[in-house]
């Protein structure tokens, strides 16, 4: 036991000397991640700039543009002509993200009982502003067409009541549950903080045994644990687990909520979650230190298997869209499960029967890190000692 | 003092001993754009999967659940008499959504009472949240259109006139530049070129730090400024040229495979795509400077993508964000970069219409530069009152 927490301590002692470590434990979690945060303040766009060309100048057509300039995320910045080249609207206005098309005779057409059309254009090179123009036209195109419908219905002496049910027969009612506002922060931040958890981990415990090599120290800290590879690992891995948990109760305690990421009532609960995510990659962290003698080649690597992570993961695009081949090595990150865990635990409070699958799958990760980490040290010590 | 010629064939050979230098910047290009670009290769999203709840057991709502089912993006995977077992598939994450059409949905809608149906959404993903509600909104005001064009026909108007009257107004809505709206043709121009942009910074720092560490650059005493310049290029001339290669490959092979727009003149973009680099290297050898070791850069530049490319702009505005963060978006060659990029490569525009993002890119050029004099002013000023060995 006393081998065993020396190593723990000679490990922490290590990490003290290393400039970058300190980076990576303090200034990542307390500069990084409230950055990332700092970016999403505002949660939402909350206006979007448009144009409107008015080929009908007529008394409907202003009320439309009355009507878009009550929108409140749209606003009007620019009045188009006839003149301007549709084509190079966009490139010529670059501030504007949308703009509407109010059609020659548009209100004659409309009189006659005529269908009348209503173009928008959408700058989509940018899909957020893109998705946001055709969410607001749509709705307020099918509003302005609902408004037609009402008056006619009721000028046949409709009811109002009646009139209201005939131009909507059918409401949607929805509910976008686990982020009614579609807070940008709340659905970015915390897959971007775990993320960073993860690589953080697993880059400070790529080079926890090649280091021991590279400072010909190998034999000192193995004469620690009484000669048994085992004990060093699980000191080793203790050192990193205990780091990274901190991390990450730092990420839950502080750094959420700072930023106003709303708590959860299942943090709490879901904190043994995070220590089995941080252990599997200070694991395979010590798996990667022990394969490659070479540091660089070491981080070169731990770079290459998690920066693409978050985009592996699913979170910004499903991986039922993605191709075969990286649908399959998604599940070869340890990120990926975590972040099924996370969003069945913590975001959609779902019992905890739904998270055992993905439990399983980083106890795999972490049996498989371990053996591997093992067999080498192992063969290693015993080539050395003929 | 070395020549120019020899600095440059000393960075060559420092390439091919310093494996991570190596791998780096030869192999991690082309790996991640076809590795990670590959994952945005189908582009869209399509057939998210949904549950249906079906408390009515009507015509209109089995056809309601059909005309979803058909709709391109979604997939019902499941026709639910009751909303708890829904909700198992749902908690599973096994559906992103439910469609919940209550008893007396056919009749209510036929007879103009105003029908409700409930449309839960898992939004902790926003893409496939999106375009669930999408879909589902299409279809109910293509419904809704229906229902209200038989009540004009029942009431003897024209099927022509009635379907007109039904909708008096019609949306049409015109995506530019990306018709379908998709995240594919939205995010993978951008992502290779942050591929290279990363690349570039861990290798070209991880050499720069060995350079100040262990090079002709451990020294500063009796180097000028000027001979420090002439060092720096020199050891930049093999990126410069290597990097610029990358972007010709990258737009002539790896844009067609991704079936990526790309206009504007190979030309000017190779200019742009060098000035970038430029300015790239020039940030490089100034945040490396303070580096002891490749592996600490290595180490710490990791965490950097996330961060460059988050306040690029790009995918959340500048605009949107608070005004100090608005200054650390303008100092980076990465935000006014991006912005000429799509303006020329999908937006087609031409020269007058870049000339702001060109301008910026210019001033970040000299910038990076004065706050390289500065840095090596300082360094010097440290090593002559004896505080730096």
Not at chain 1, 76 to 93: C, G
Not at chain 1, 136 to 159: C, K
Not at chain 1, 230 to 238: G, H, V, Y
Request: hydrophobic share 50%; proline share 4%; charged share 15%.
């Amino acid at each position: 036991m006393r081998g065993f927490l020396n190593i723990i301590i000679r490990e922490v002692l290590i990490l003290k000397k290393r400039p970058t470590a300190w980076i990576l434990i303090f200034l990542i979690p307390t500069a990084i991640f409230f950055y990332l945060g700092y970016i999403y303040k505002e949660g939402a766009i909350n206006t979007v700039d448009i144009g409107v060309l008015d080929l009908d100048h007529s008394g409907l057509s202003r009320t439309v543009i009355k009507s878009i300039e009550a929108t409140p995320k749209l606003n009007i910045v620019k009045f188009l002509n006839s003149n301007d080249n549709i084509d190079e609207v966009f490139v010529k206005n670059p501030e504007i993200r949308g703009f509407y098309v109010i059609p020659n005779h548009f209100e004659k057409v409309i009189y006659r009982g005529e269908q009348a059309k209503l173009l928008v254009y959408t700058n989509s090179s940018n899909i957020v502003y893109g998705n946001l123009i055709y969410k607001e036209a749509a709705s307020f195109i099918n509003t302005l067409s609902a408004g037609i419908n009402y008056n006619a219905f009721r000028s046949q002496g409709i009811p109002s009541e009646k009139a209201l049910k005939m131009i909507a027969p059918i409401k949607v009612n929805t509910k976008p549950l686990f982020n009614a506002y579609y807070n940008y922060l709340y659905y970015l931040l915390p897959g971007l903080t775990t993320v960073l958890l993860q690589m953080l981990v697993f880059l400070l415990a790529a080079r926890s045994i090649n280091s021991e090599y590279s400072n010909a120290s190998f034999d000192e800290v193995l004469g620690m644990a009484n000669g048994s590879v085992f004990k060093l690992i699980f000191a080793k891995l203790t050192t990193y687990t205990v780091i990274g948990f901190i991390v990450g109760l730092f990420i839950f305690a502080v750094v959420h909520p700072l930023l106003g990421i709303p708590a959860s009532s299942g943090t709490l609960a879901f904190l043994p979650v995070v220590f089995l995510f941080v252990m599997v990659n200070a694991m395979l962290g010590i798996m990667v230190s022990a394969i490659f003698k070479n540091e660089a080649i070491a981080m070169d690597v731990s770079f290459v298997y998690n920066s693409p992570a978050f985009v592996f993961s699913g979170f910004t695009f499903p991986i039922m869209a993605m191709p075969a081949f990286n649908a399959w090595y998604a599940q070869l990150i340890p990120y990926t499960h975590f972040l099924s865990a996370f969003i069945k635990g913590i975001e959609m409070h779902a019992p905890f029967q739904f998270l055992v699958k993905h439990l399983l799958s980083l106890a795999l990760f972490f049996a498989i890190g371990y053996v591997v980490t093992a067999i080498i040290l192992f063969l290693r010590n015993q080539k050395r000692s003929v | 003092m070395k020549s120019w010629w020899d600095i440059f064939k000393s960075e060559l050979s420092l390439i091919f001993e310093d494996k991570s230098i190596l791998l780096t910047c030869l192999v991690a290009p082309l790996l991640y754009a076809f590795f990670v670009g590959s994952i945005y290769s189908e582009k869209e999203v399509n057939e998210i999967p949904i549950a249906v709840v079906d408390y009515d057991h009507s015509s209109l709502s089995r056809k309601v659940a059909s005309l979803i089912n058909s709709t391109e993006k979604v997939k019902l995977k499941g026709h639910f008499s009751n909303l708890e077992d829904a909700l198992f598939y749902f908690n599973n994450l096994e559906v992103q959504g439910i469609v919940v059409l209550p008893k007396g949905f056919q009749k209510k809608t036929m007879n103009l009472e105003g029908a409700k149906i409930d449309l839960i959404l898992n939004n902790t993903k926003f893409l496939t949240s999106n375009e669930i509600n999408k879909s589902v909104q299409k279809v109910v005001l293509m419904v809704s259109g229906g229902v209200r064009m038989r009540y004009f026909v029942s009431n003897k108007i024209p099927i022509d006139m009635a379907k007109e009257k039904a909708q008096p107004i019609l949306p049409v809505i015109k995506s530019i530049y990306n018709a379908t709206n998709n995240y594919g043709d939205y995010l993978l121009p951008i992502l290779l070129i942050l591929i290279l942009q990363q690349t570039l910074i861990i290798a070209f720092g991880q050499s720069v730090v060995h350079e100040f560490q262990h090079g002709i650059l451990k020294d500063l005493n009796g180097i000028s400024f000027l001979e420090f310049t002439k060092i720096l290029s020199a050891k930049s001339a093999y990126y410069l040229f290597l990097y610029s290669a990358y972007f010709f490959v990258f737009y002539k092979l790896i844009f067609p495979h991704y079936t990526l727009v790309f206009n504007g003149s190979i030309g000017f973009h190779l200019l742009l795509g060098f000035l970038f680099i430029t300015v790239i290297l020039l940030y490089t050898i100034l945040v490396a400077s303070y580096f002891r070791t490749a592996i600490g850069w290595t180490e710490i530049m990791a965490f950097s993508t996330y961060p460059l490319f988050l306040v690029s702009g790009y995918s959340w505005p500048v605009e949107s964000m608070p005004e100090l963060l608005q200054w650390v978006a303008n100092i980076l060659p990465s935000t006014p970069y991006f912005n000429v990029f799509n303006s020329l490569s999908v937006e087609k525009a031409h020269l007058p219409d870049i000339t702001s993002g060109f301008i910026h890119l210019l001033i970040l050029l000299v910038l990076a530069y004065v706050l390289l004099y500065l840095r090596f002013s300082l360094s010097k000023n440290l090593i002559s009152k004896g505080q730096v060995s």
